[in-house]
């Protein structure tokens, strides 16, 4: 085995030129593929960053029933035993308690449906960001008597900071919730569609709105790592009680998670193309080397050289070139995306700034750079190869001397 | 005689040259079959959207579409509905009364947008009637009858003949609420508008919300050929000064975008696959001129100058473009043709398709003009690539390429 890799090692540097030509082939297949995936997958980032983590966290609890009514009767308190289990739990850096019902918001001359949530000034600085998504006017504190209304729906009444707005909805067991409150601050998030429908008031108004004192809806975790949202969430269910339910954001955003999900599948088909031409484009590079050398091949042949061993050299030759240049290829890709992580691509044109807002992102296309989809697009780019160099494998043992060393 | 030469070079070496052909015509198929495949999606949606959303052009009072209230009604609608009855292209037209609500169940208040439809005309219009699933069509109520969404149906924990409770801002703004009871479950291909529209008949609503029986907020037209949208729309716009005229493509957002810059994005897709194809025919001509150091050195030796044997490789990549772009072009247009006729069904791979207004199958294809572009595009590209290659065999020195095996 040792002799076979020599001899394979030793051809691929004897002719220098040839060896770089093939490695080039999948070093920019590796690139292309990593360049339309990443700016995919950073596309979804974007997405759900805005929806997210600017507001529905990545795990929620609430009390069982919640989710569907919306309703302050589905409300719980957030006792030491839970807090308890949270503290424990290290992968969960933060929470923000909150109060989220479905209310009528309305001025003398308009009413608008709106969704009212009561949350703790504080820990959502902490958790969302929300101080720096004030366009206008202040961020709220913990004893305000005020609201923060969505910059979308400030513009459907015609309001702005000072302004008085009515809110009217259904509190804990059927009681009117009705309230007036001065707007303390207009807040603009990424997601237009959060814009148009969102107010917020400091918990303890809010629970005094909806009669549910000590009582929450929503208890929102904050955690490092999207990605573990759904491992943390099934363990969480089994340390809490039975009468709470756990989601992790798919659950949280559905229309989201299916809206990410359909753009892959159409990605899938274009992604199939371009592996098409790339492996083409390897698969000619490969039989232009195999046309190059069969003299060679011949005269091995002639000279005594089994033809299922020269097969495995030649195999391994193309074997190593298309693993040199896949792993060449991340190092390569990587400045290209890095290029335009830091430069993104910005929608041009008012109409696709609209577009991108009703699906509720920044108007703007920008690549990930994690590590994953490198690596994996290099595997395929490598496995791909490697499934083309069963051609030279098998013409070589088919090599008939005469015929190879008269060409 | 350098022609001459040029092509008796491709078919000496037939591995090489084919190499080339195919990857040639492999990348026009794939640029070609991209956009085909995109421009199939759009045509879908554009289909969904004129079809069972927004019709081909709507009026509205020009405030009404902003503000959504009440007191933003068409007026003059009689002559309206009588120009639309009379003009040509016209399959039907319907008005509506639309009201943003909250809706309550006896388990949950949420937003819905309530609209009142002629069920007659709605048919023609929306086909409404096609979308039920369970129920019937405004028939087995005859109290304030509501169509609400499966998705409703299932978020508001409601069944056929549930009553509903619908909170709408009346024509002087006052709040009113009246109750509505389910007679049918729709399921539309667009679960957007699924989480919000709710149906009533237009009769019931002038009595809650303090209307004339005449007051609608939309009229809606539909035509029988998409391209008179525009013009059509312009020209009533022209005619009744005081209304807003749109065509579907103002009417959704992001659609005029869509179509009209929407095939940049197809571009883009296509450039980076046209890019990976430029890399592949330079790697393959680069291995050729490199296999044919001895050929072109004696070439050189003989006489040759460079302009020429610049000359001779630039020549061999035309024939080779003109070979496999026409091969190229073929097998993409019967693969458009095969698959356009039996679509491609991405259900198989997502089923969430429907609920963002996408059919699942698509049915790709491609215009003449998009064709053309991709097929200079892909001759550009073979030529662009041919450059490199035919560089690197200038700087060969005849009397080593000789000696060279």
């Known amino acids: 085995m040792k002799l076979y890799l020599k001899l394979a090692w030793r051809n691929l540097w004897r002719n220098k030129r040839r060896t770089v030509i093939t490695m080039a082939s999948v070093f920019f297949a590796v690139i292309m593929a990593t360049l339309m995936m990443s700016m995919k997958e950073g596309s979804y980032t974007n997405m759900t960053n805005s929806m997210v983590a600017s507001y529905t966290g990545f795990i929620q609890i609430h009390a069982k029933g919640y989710w569907d009514s919306k309703s302050m009767d589905d409300s719980f308190v957030f006792n030491d035993s839970l807090k308890a289990v949270l503290d424990g739990n290290k992968k969960i850096t933060g929470y923000v308690e909150r109060i989220e019902s479905f209310a009528l918001s309305a001025t003398r001359e308009t009413t608008k449906g709106a969704m009212v949530v009561g949350t703790d000034p504080e820990a959502e600085k902490r958790m969302t960001h929300l101080d720096e998504h004030i366009d206008s006017g202040e961020y709220f504190l913990a004893d305000d008597k005020a609201v923060l209304i969505g910059a979308g729906l400030a513009e459907y009444h015609k309001v702005k900071v000072g302004d008085t707005i009515v809110l009217l909805g259904q509190g804990y067991h059927g009681t009117n919730a009705a309230g007036k409150y001065p707007i303390k601050g207009i807040v603009k998030f990424g997601s237009p569609d959060l814009s148009k429908q969102l107010i917020m008031l400091p918990i303890k108004e809010a629970q005094r709105l909806y009669g549910t004192e000590g009582t929450i809806s929503n208890l929102v975790l904050l955690i490092d790592d999207a990605s573990e949202a759904t491992a943390i969430a099934n363990q969480l269910r089994g340390e809490i009680s039975p009468n709470l339910e756990v989601m992790a954001w798919p659950d949280l955003v559905p229309d989201l998670v299916d809206m990410i999900e359909a753009d892959r599948v159409e990605g899938y088909i274009f992604m199939f193309i371009l592996y098409m031409v790339i492996s083409f484009g390897i698969f000619g590079t490969v039989l232009m080397m195999l046309a190059e050398r069969k003299h060679e091949f011949g005269v091995l042949v002639a000279i005594g050289m089994k033809r299922a061993k020269l097969a495995f050299v030649v195999y391994l030759e193309v074997i190593t070139i298309s693993l040199l240049g896949a792993f060449v290829g991340i190092f390569g890709a990587y400045p290209v995306i890095g290029y335009f992580f830091l430069n993104p691509i910005r929608f041009g044109g008012e109409e696709a700034g609209k577009m991108m807002e009703e699906y509720g992102m920044e108007p703007i296309l920008q690549p990930s750079l994690d590590v994953s989809i490198f690596i994996k697009q290099a595997a395929i780019v490598a496995i791909v190869a490697s499934i083309i160099a069963i051609y030279p494998f098998i013409s070589v043992l088919r090599l008939s001397a005469i015929k190879a060393m008269r060409s | ?405």
């Open chain 2, 1 to 405: 005689m350098l022609t001459k030469i040029a092509w008796r070079n491709i078919w000496r070496n037939k591995i090489r040259s084919l190499v080339v052909i195919i990857a040639l015509a492999l990348g026009l198929w794939a640029g070609a079959f991209s956009s085909a495949f995109y421009e199939g999606m759009m045509k879908q949606r554009i289909n969904d959207v004129i079809e069972s959303e927004m019709s081909h052009f709507q009026f509205h009072e020009p405030n009404f579409r902003e503000e959504l209230q009440a007191k933003y009604f068409i007026s003059g609608a009689e002559s309206i509905e009588a120009d639309m009855a009379s003009a040509p292209h016209v399959i039907g037209s319907t008005g509506r009364v639309v009201a943003t609500a909250m809706m309550g169940s006896a388990n949950k208040n949420g937003a819905a947008k309530l609209i009142g439809v002629d069920p007659e005309k709605e048919k023609v219009v929306t086909k409404l009637n096609e979308k039920l699933i369970e129920g019937d069509y405004f028939e087995s109520v005859s109290r304030n009858p509501i169509l609400i969404s499966q998705k409703m149906a299932e978020s508001f924990h409601v069944k056929l003949k549930s009553k509903l409770v619908l909170t709408v801002q009346d024509l002087n703004g006052e709040i009113v609420a009246s109750s509505f009871r389910v007679v049918g479950i729709y399921k539309s291909g667009n679960g957007m508008l699924d989480e919000v529209n709710a149906y009533v008949r237009r009769s019931d609503l002038p009595s809650i919300m303090s209307l004339d029986a005449q007051d609608y907020h939309e009229i809606a037209v539909l035509l029988d050929n998409h391209d008179l949208a525009e013009p059509m729309a312009a020209e009533y716009q022209e005619k009744y000064p005081n209304l807003e005229v749109k065509s579907w493509l103002d009417l959704a957002t992001g659609m005029r975008y869509m179509v009209e810059a929407g095939s940049t994005f197809a571009y883009v897709i296509v450039g980076i696959i046209l890019i990976a194809l430029l890399f592949s025919i330079i790697n393959t001509m680069l291995m050729a001129v490199m296999e044919r150091t001895r050929e072109i050195g004696m070439l050189m030796a003989v006489g040759f100058n460079k302009r020429k044997v610049f000359m001779m490789i630039m020549l061999e990549t035309v024939f080779l473009s003109m070979i496999g772009g026409p091969l190229g072009l073929l097998v993409a247009f019967l693969f458009i043709q095969a698959t356009g006729t039996n679509g491609i069904d991405l259900g198989a791979m997502g089923e969430t398709y429907n609920e963002l207004g996408f059919s699942a199958i698509v049915y790709p294809e491609l215009a003449l003009e998009s064709y053309i572009n991709i097929t200079v595009m892909v001759f550009a590209m073979a030529i662009l690539a041919a450059i490199y290659p035919a560089r690197k065999a200038l700087k060969l020195n005849p009397s080593e390429a000789i000696r060279k095996i």
